[in-house]
């Protein structure tokens, strides 16, 4: 698909010659000989780019920046400048100008300061529909949390939901500033730096739709009478790729004399996975004194039956004030790269089985995550039954 550059000059031979040019390098140019031509032009064809001589009659170069800026703030604007306007060409880019070049035009140069523009116009444009499409998103989600009976602080879910957002809003707009510098300075770095923060955004975009695909389903359990042992074999299965990948040894130890019990496997499953990744992220982001990193679950009978589940981990462990607001609505330990919803699924789920989950853990000493189960909920939700 070709680029639209609309090309703004008061000579009928410089437009001639640029149209040309910019039409062999494949853009599809629109003319205009005046400023307010031009203006009609950007409002009913918004081209992406704007080609403007800074001086023309009646409405000049600069006059016509701002009301383009004024009238479609994404469009790029790049001014032709005389030898000696530099006063001017600064005073443009003062007004959010894209770039400038000066007279006599050389092609290569134009040809780069166009690329560039259009590069920073599809990026804006990319950006804004990753932004629109996790409004739609949260739109989607805070509906259906609100209609959940379940979600009884409603005031609080949204506020905290509505924090995630804009963080990850935040890290967007970051990273397209990054990227825009790196295009302005022809900077490399800059470049993978900005791209790195826009895809780790999209990423947390992702991370957040599945955290709340999640939560909504912790009502929805299916108990049955199986061996406790079950979730945790698989999750050990599921999560050893990822240890190894990150260079921390996985660990599992199961009570063998462990009796059925009724649970719902998927729910469970999901939280010692919570667990688990935390773990393992808590580990990586972490250099131990001897550089080796474990994360050991395991299994083991409950005194009053039932059955206890632990994940340890030899990484940073948590101070008490942390510790305190773990499985608050929301809250992250992870910064920008948390949406503080799997400590509060997998609390939820913990206490729709009727059990528990409480924390051990010692600054600069590891954490363990303890779940302990009865051996059958207090009260049967109503789509579920125990089966054999």
Same mark, same amino acid.
């Given at each position: 698909?070709?680029e639209?550059?609309?090309l703004v000059?008061?000579?009928e031979?410089?437009?001639e010659?640029?149209r040309?040019?910019?039409?062999e390098?494949?853009?599809?140019?629109l003319?205009?000989?005046?400023?307010?031509?031009?203006?009609?032009i950007?409002c009913?064809d918004?081209?992406?780019?704007?080609?403007?001589d800074?001086?023309?009659?009646?409405?000049?170069?600069?006059e016509l920046?701002?009301?383009?800026?004024?009238?479609?703030?994404?469009?790029?604007?790049?001014?032709?400048t005389?030898?000696?306007?530099?006063?001017?060409?600064v005073?443009?880019l003062?007004?959010?100008?894209t770039d400038?070049?000066?007279?006599p035009i050389?092609?290569?140069v134009?040809?780069?300061a166009?690329?560039?523009?259009?590069?920073r116009?599809?990026m804006?444009?990319?950006?804004r529909e990753?932004?629109?499409?996790?409004?739609?998103?949260?739109?989607e989600?805070s509906?259906?949390?609100?209609?959940?009976?379940?979600?009884?602080a409603i %005031?609080?879910? $949204?506020?905290?939901?509505?924090?995630?957002?804009?963080?990850i !809003?935040g890290g967007?707009k970051g990273? #397209?500033?990054?990227l825009?510098?790196g295009?302005?300075?022809?900077n490399?770095e800059?470049?993978?730096?900005?791209?790195?923060?826009?895809?780790?955004n999209?990423?947390?975009i992702r991370n957040?739709s599945?955290?709340?695909?999640?939560?909504?389903?912790?009502?929805a359990a299916?108990?049955r009478?199986v061996?406790p042992?079950?979730?945790?074999?698989e999750?050990?299965?599921?999560m050893?790729p990822?240890a190894e990948?990150?260079?921390?040894?996985?660990?599992?130890?199961l009570?063998q004399?462990?009796?059925?019990?009724v649970l719902d496997?998927?729910?469970?499953?999901?939280?010692?996975?919570n667990l688990v990744?935390n773990?393992l992220?808590?580990?990586a982001?972490?250099?131990?004194?001897? %550089?080796?990193h $474990?994360?050991?679950?395991?299994?083991?009978k409950?005194?009053? !039956?039932g059955?206890?589940?632990?994940? #340890?981990?030899?990484g940073?462990?948590i101070?008490?004030g942390?510790r305190?607001?773990?499985?608050?609505?929301?809250?992250s330990t992870?910064?920008?790269?948390g949406?503080g919803?799997?400590?509060?699924?997998t609390?939820?789920i913990?206490?729709l089985?009727g059990?528990?989950?409480?924390?051990?853990?010692?600054t600069?000493?590891g954490?363990?995550?303890?779940?302990r189960l009865p051996?059958?909920?207090?009260s049967?939700?109503?789509?579920s039954?125990?089966t054999?």
């Amino acid at each position: 698909m070709e680029e639209t550059v609309l090309l703004v000059d008061d000579e009928e031979d410089i437009r001639e010659v640029l149209r040309f040019f910019l039409s062999e390098i494949g853009y599809s140019v629109l003319t205009a000989a005046s400023g307010k031509k031009a203006l009609e032009i950007v409002c009913s064809d918004h081209p992406p780019v704007v080609l403007c001589d800074i001086k023309m009659p009646e409405m000049n170069g600069i006059e016509l920046l701002r009301k383009i800026k004024s009238e479609s703030p994404d469009t790029e604007v790049i001014m032709i400048t005389g030898h000696g306007d530099m006063a001017l060409a600064v005073q443009c880019l003062q007004l959010d100008a894209t770039d400038f070049i000066t007279k006599p035009i050389e092609e290569n140069v134009l040809e780069f300061a166009l690329k560039r523009a259009t590069e920073r116009y599809d990026m804006r444009f990319r950006l804004r529909e990753y932004t629109e499409k996790l409004e739609q998103l949260v739109e989607e989600k805070s509906r259906q949390l609100i209609d959940a009976e379940r979600m009884a602080a409603i %005031g609080e879910t $949204v506020a905290g939901l509505s924090h995630s957002i804009k963080n990850i !809003a935040g890290g967007l707009k970051g990273g #397209l500033f990054v990227l825009e510098k790196g295009l302005e300075l022809d900077n490399r770095e800059y470049l993978q730096q900005g791209w790195q923060l826009v895809r780790r955004n999209v990423d947390n975009i992702r991370n957040l739709s599945m955290d709340l695909l999640n939560y909504g389903k912790v009502g929805a359990a299916h108990f049955r009478r199986v061996d406790p042992n079950l979730p945790i074999r698989e999750v050990f299965r599921l999560m050893t790729p990822r240890a190894e990948e990150q260079k921390i040894r996985l660990e599992m130890t199961l009570d063998q004399g462990l009796a059925p019990i009724v649970l719902d496997p998927d729910g469970i499953e999901r939280c010692l996975l919570n667990l688990v990744t935390n773990a393992l992220d808590a580990c990586a982001d972490y250099e131990s004194q001897d %550089g080796a990193h $474990v994360v050991h679950i395991q299994s083991n009978k409950r005194a009053t !039956a039932g059955v206890v589940y632990r994940v #340890l981990d030899t990484g940073p462990g948590i101070d008490d004030g942390v510790r305190e607001q773990l499985f608050q609505n929301f809250f992250s330990t992870k910064g920008m790269r948390g949406t503080g919803i799997g400590l509060m699924m997998t609390r939820k789920i913990v206490e729709l089985h009727g059990g528990d989950i409480r924390i051990e853990s010692e600054t600069g000493k590891g954490s363990c995550f303890i779940v302990r189960l009865p051996a059958e909920p207090p009260s049967m939700p109503s789509n579920s039954s125990p089966t054999p």
